[in-house]
């Protein structure tokens, strides 16, 4: 099992262009787990096993609003003149979840990981994902949580009236291969979440790590720490790479 993750950090990158390029990474993983079943090599310590890449890519995206396959277009609530008015871009897309907004000031992290390599459980990796997010609060002096059947991270989940959401995920697996993945407000402008209901839930409110602490984030910061985290609850080594879009 290769526990080796290779980390890219994109930089700012269209929406559309940082998509593609997860498809491309998703399918090169895919069509070496298919020829290996298909040439009999699938037993793991097989010596011709030919090993699977594991990616992660943080990125930040100008603005956009992507709707998941489970979601409604009712909750996009502006027209296509509007967008425009707001220089953002709409996106069906193939990951579970709703409607979310990504924009400048956003961490977006999308984990391109083949889950052979470390546990074969789609409910155990979204939750360390939300772990991986609330350990890296935690070093801000900002406790984090979260609240049932709502993936993702929050605060004050267990008060209704004060509930708010920082971080959204959705995501996608075939063949236990990952795509998607999540979006930390660090010093987001939270007046375009107006424009959607968040993640299809109508009575929660979004906010950002900026809003919170009442100062501007450093990116870089939060992105280490975060890193840090994701790393030690994988179990694996990050290993960093150029951009290669």
Known sequence: MNKQILFQDLGLIDYKEAWDYQEKLFREITSVKIQNRASGLQQPGHHELQATSNYLLFCEHPHVYTLGKSGSEEHLLI??????????????????????????????????????????????????LEESIIRTLAEFGITAGRTNGQTGVWLDASDPLKARKICAMGVRASRWVTMHGFAFNLNSDLTYFDS?????????????????????????QVKEVLKKHFSHLFEAELIHQNENV
């Open 79 to 128: 027209n296509e003149d509007q967008l425009k008015k707001k220089q953002a871009t709409y996106y069906k897309i193939n990951r579970g979840g709703d409607i979310t907004y990504h924009g400048p000031g956003q961490l977006v992290g999308y984990p391109i990981l083949d889950l052979d390599n470390f546990f074969t459980d789609i409910h155990k990796y979204l939750r360390l």
């Open 196 to 220: 959607i209901v968040p993640c299809g839930i109508p009575d929660k409110a979004v906010t950002s790590l900026h809003k919170e602490l009442g100062r501007k984030v450093e990116a870089e």
